[in-house]
């Protein structure tokens, strides 16, 4: 048997649902083992725990890296039940992914025989790794990362107990390639998708010559006409000092308004706070009755965060965009934030992004404590609000570019607040005073100092009807006219 022979097939549905076999050679088995023995003490490998199924590629660190390297395989069905098993106290090394190893942190399910524990498969969270070395046993996390066609792991890390979530550097005889449209590498900071070269590339597909020439391409920069990456679909940046930094998958790219947003980036950022357990960021149509952007991409859409939140823990969406604001631009920041009690799953696992809530039907307001209207003019503003940022219910207190607001709506509400009080009303007041109790307050005082002035009824304004506009609103109006994707939030 040689090495390039057929060592074992391994399926994986990856983003498509779709099943197809990862063809693994036994020359990528035995380079991954090399690697895994460089790493790991004999010590660590006394005792592996084996209760990942042989249909997930974890298994192959948990049962043939012990039994080539003098070590043992302590196997048992299923992880959470380790506490009962008669030898739990031989277990030197736990190779599992991150929720498991909650659970079994909640279950006291940890031996403290337990020196070792390796995570993969999900994002680790600093918190995590934080909980894992309160327990005092445990004296090494590794964070690692790699799809099933490149060998089971291709980057590791060590993490410490307060060290920034990377997922490390390439393993041995491993390399990673951050590129972006073009194929070409992406400078220090900047996102790009994650390609793999090296010893553990894979043969390709099983039976599927179309889909192995689309994933498994050249590589240019290693030398060999043969050498080949592999194209995971994975969005990652390195941060400065070398590091790759997961952020997501590349088909979560979107364009809003001009701008180019990662959605894994944003998902990232709400993930490390400590509130927050899970979170998917979707692009919602700010109408409730056209929940598909794609169908008009000139119609005005919003990012939604979509949030499930660490037990009793709570976050509003205030103090989440706030937090936001610190480390990304203000044009990806999430306009609405919704709090889920779980992310509806698919079939195999993955969360099924077309079955989230509708973030217009009061799941946003629950969020906020709700201060009705309490004047005329509060009333009339909230109006407005509702009919131009469509939400059924708008408090004094909530702020007008928290709900979606940008400079595009804010010059329609100043143009019809100008109307209805028949006040002289500029638009930088709606950046001033971005929530309905302080503009209400503001107009009051200019209503007061015109004497007289009535305030008549809200009159729906068509697109096209002219409205009074200063000289930089027009120019909002004649951008907007020619494209609303020219719009940018100036201002915020």
């Known amino acids: 048997m040689g090495a390039q022979d057929l060592a074992y097939v391994i399926y994986t549905s990856g983003s498509t649902g ?24 004999a010590e660590q490998l006394a005792g592996v725990l084996a209760s990942t199924s042989i249909c997930f590629d974890l298994s192959v660190f948990e049962l043939f890296v012990p039994l080539c390297w003098g070590g043992k395989a302590i196997v048992v069905d299923n992880a959470l039940a380790l506490h009962d ?73 060590l993490r410490g107990k307060k060290t920034k979530a990377t997922i490390g550097r390439p393993i041995a005889n491993t390399r990673i390639y951050l590129l972006d449209g073009a194929l070409q590498p992406v400078p220090i900071g900047v996102a790009g998708e994650i390609f793999i070269g090296g010893a553990g590339v894979a043969r390709g597909y ?61 998902e990232a950022a709400l993930n490390r706070h400590p509130a927050v357990r899970e979170s998917v960021v979707v692009v919602r149509h700010r109408t409730a009755d056209d929940p598909n952007p794609s169908s008009n991409p000139k119609s005005d859409r919003q990012l939604v965060a979509n949030l499930v939140f660490n037990g009793s823990m709570f976050a509003s969406g205030r103090e989440l965009r706030s937090v936001l604001c610190q480390t990304l631009p203000e044009y990806m920041v999430p306009a609405v934030f919704v709090p889920l009690d779980g992310l509806p799953l698919t079939p195999n696992g993955k969360v099924d992004r077309h079955t989230l809530p509708s973030p217009y039907d009061g799941l946003f307001q629950s969020i906020h404590d709700y201060v009705a209207p309490r004047t005329e003019s509060e009333e009339l ?10 939400f059924d219910r708008i408090g004094v207190h909530d702020n007008f570019f928290e709900l979606g607001g940008h400079s595009l709506l804010a010059a329609r509400v100043a143009g019809r607040l100008r109307t209805n009080f028949n006040v002289d009303l500029p638009l930088r007041r709606i950046f001033e005073l971005p929530t309905v109790a302080l503009l209400g307050a503001e107009i009051d005082r200019l209503c007061r100092s015109a004497r007289g002035v009535t305030t008549p009824p809200i009159v729906p304004v068509r697109r096209d009807d002219p409205i009074p506009l200063s000289c930089a609103q027009r120019r909002v109006w004649f951008l907007h006219k020619l494209d609303a994707d020219l719009i940018v939030c100036a201002g915020r």
């Open 18 to 41: 779709e099943p197809k076999g990862a063809a693994i050679e036994h020359r990528n088995v035995a380079a991954f083992l090399c690697w895994a023995k460089r790493v790991f003490s």
């Open 85 to 157: 098993l008669a030898g739990a106290d031989k277990v030197t090394l736990v190779n599992t992914v991150p929720s498991a190893i909650s659970e079994m942190l909640d279950l006291g399910a940890l031996p403290p025989s337990v020196r070792t524990v390796n995570l993969a498969g999900e994002p680790l969270k600093t918190e995590l790794v934080e909980r894992i070395y309160e327990t005092a046993t445990v004296k090494k996390v590794y964070d690692l990362y790699g799809p099933s066609e490149t060998t089971t792991y291709s980057t590791f890390t």
């Open 206 to 266: 099983l039976n599927r010559p179309q889909l192995t020439a689309e994933k498994f391409l050249r590589d240019p920069f290693a030398r060999g006409a043969k050498a080949r990456m592999y194209r995971t679909g994975d969005l990652a940046r390195y941060d400065a000092h070398g590091n790759v930094e997961y952020l997501g998958r590349v088909d979560n790219q979107i364009k809003i308004r001009g701008y180019r947003i990662e959605l894994g980036e944003i």
């Open 381 to 390: 503003i909230a109006q407005t609000w509702r009919e131009v940022l469509k």
